[in-house]
């Protein structure tokens, strides 16, 4: 089984800022497989990038999505007040058919 | 608009069963997979089950297989999750969710909540 480790757990960080959300897959996987997902506090995941760096329908273009093989990352370019959230990446395969990282917390 | 509204959680006993239901409406509903996700108290997203649009391939983590049950009714834009022999650790908010041509998950339910406690 594939496992998904996101890095740092959890980031503190103010407004303006640049971050780097890191996801580490235990072998080597199709970028057309790797998506990211916000969750805000008492919300549904949103879907933000899908095949590793496509940005879904109406995602700000201050979200990017980048890596291949086993090393993918989530950059945003300045942080909003509404980007404080938890960020999930996720694959798609076998056995289960669907993985997800365990997140990261974007914190202010 | 793409809509997924969930149904059915509530509170069970250890061992009892329960039967989830998704709405949707906004999109060619058999035209696509759909899937469940659940998350823990506190905790991170697991995804449980999915379908393909026919309902003919099932799939499930290895925790529910033989308890949990997915299936669809296309007649009426409804995918429904079964769930047998409930633990306590199938405690969670359960999302339904419709995968997208590139077989992320672009739109996602309100989520409903299944507490299994004594």
């Known amino acids: 089984e594939i496992v998904l480790t996101q890095s740092p757990g959890t980031l503190s960080l103010s407004p303006g800022e640049r971050v780097t959300l890191s996801c580490r897959a235990s072998?080597?996987?199709?970028?057309?497989?790797l998506a990211w997902y916000q969750q805000r506090p008492g919300q549904a995941p949103r879907l933000l990038i899908s095949?590793?760096?496509t940005r879904a329908t109406g995602v700000p273009d201050r979200f990017s999505g980048s890596g291949s093989g086993t090393d993918f990352a989530l950059t945003i370019s300045r942080l909003e007040p509404e980007d404080f959230a938890v960020y999930y990446c996720?694959?798609?395969?076998?056995?289960?058919?669907?993985?997800f990282g365990q997140g990261t917390k974007l914190e202010i | 608009e793409v809509q997924l509204l969930e149904s059915g959680g509530g509170l069970v006993q250890p061992g009892g069963s329960l039967r989830l239901s998704c709405a949707a409406s906004?999109?060619?509903?058999?035209?696509?997979?759909m899937s469940w996700v659940r998350q823990g108290p506190g905790k991170g997203l697991e995804w449980v089950s999915g379908?393909?649009?026919?309902?003919?391939?099932?799939y499930y983590v290895d925790s529910v297989k033989g308890r949990f049950t997915i299936s669809r009714d296309n007649s009426k834009n409804m995918v429904f999750l079964q769930m047998n022999s409930l633990r306590e650790e199938d405690t969670a908010v359960y999302y339904c969710?419709?995968?997208?041509?590139?077989?992320?998950?672009?739109?996602w339910g309100q989520g409903t909540l299944v507490t299994v406690s004594s």
């Open positions: 379908l393909d649009g026919s309902g003919s391939s099932t």
């Open positions: 072998q080597s996987i199709s970028s057309s497989n």
């Open positions: 996720q694959r798609y395969g076998n056995s289960p058919l669907y993985t």
């Open positions: 969710a419709k995968r997208a041509s590139t077989a992320a998950f672009d739109y």
């Open positions: 095949a590793a760096s």
């Open positions: 906004g999109f060619n509903f058999r035209a696509y997979g």
